[in-house]
T-cell receptor
Framework: AQSVTQLGSHVSVSEGALVLLRCNYS??????LFWYVQYPNQGLQLLLK??????LVKGINGFEAEFKKSETSFHLTKPSAHMSDAAEYFC????????????FGKGTKLTVNP | GAGVSQSPSNKVTEKGKDVELRCDPI?????LYWYRQRLGQGLEFLIY????????KSGLPSDRFSAERTGESVSTLTIQRTQQEDSAVYLC?????????FGSGTRLTVV
């Protein structure tokens, strides 16, 4: 069965620093991979998704993620953190057995310090 | 409609009562999902409907939880004899070819 592991439930960076949120997946087939963001007291918003096209995926708000099959990873990065990036970030996977079932990681809470 | 609609947006119920949560998916989306998000936690998969196939109920936490979907339209999630640990935001999503859209959720509080 597909699964997602997000390393680090909390990540803290300074404003202007690199943001790196880690996601490793387990899937027996080429997966579809997603990053979602959830701001406090708000719903889920799609940041970006990988669906077997280009391995480097660019999303909204300056975020990008790179699919690395050899490492079974899909880490999320942003070169320079902004205070408004403080939120919870969820990695998700789907596609096994032709299923659209979306399985989420436990989330990483990003704090941005001034 | 333009998005996934969930109702009610908030529900306060007494312990032991039954509740029904409703989800209106995007028209044409063949798949529909229910997730639960407890305060400060991640998204816990509950149930997945895909077209006319048998639903994947592997995430339902107990037999107090059930869900129905008529064709590719509205779904209802029913929680019987609610307990305080059922307090959470219940999120619905629908999808077509890996394009997922989430509703705003129903915040359930069991007192």
């Amino acid at each position: 069965a597909q699964s997602v592991t997000q390393l680090g439930s909390h990540v803290s960076v300074s404003e202007g620093a690199l943001v790196l949120l880690r996601c490793n997946y387990s899937s027996s087939v080429p997966p579809y991979l997603f990053w979602y963001v959830q701001y406090p007291n708000q719903g889920l918003q799609l940041l970006l998704k990988y669906t077997s096209a280009a391995t480097l995926v660019k999303g909204i708000n300056g975020f990008e993620a790179e699919f690395k099959k050899s490492e079974t990873s899909f880490h999320l990065t942003k070169p320079s953190a902004h205070m408004s990036d403080a939120a919870e970030y969820f990695c998700a996977v789907s596609g096994e057995g032709g299923s659209e079932k979306l399985v989420f990681g436990k989330g990483t809470k990003l704090t941005v310090n001034p | 409609g333009a998005g996934v609609s969930q109702s009610p947006s908030n529900k306060v119920t007494e312990k032991g009562k039954d509740v029904e949560l409703r989800c209106d998916p995007i028209s044409g989306h063949t798949a529909l999902y229910w997730y639960r998000q407890r305060l400060g936690q991640g998204l816990e998969f509950l149930i997945y409907f895909q077209g006319n196939s048998a639903p994947d109920k592997s995430g339902l936490p107990s037999d107090r939880f059930s869900a129905e979907r008529t064709g590719e339209s509205v779904s209802t999630l029913t929680i019987q004899r609610t307990q305080q640990e059922d307090s959470a935001v219940y999120l619905c999503a629908s999808s077509l070819w890996a394009g997922y859209t989430f509703g705003s959720g129903t915040r359930l509080t069991v007192v």
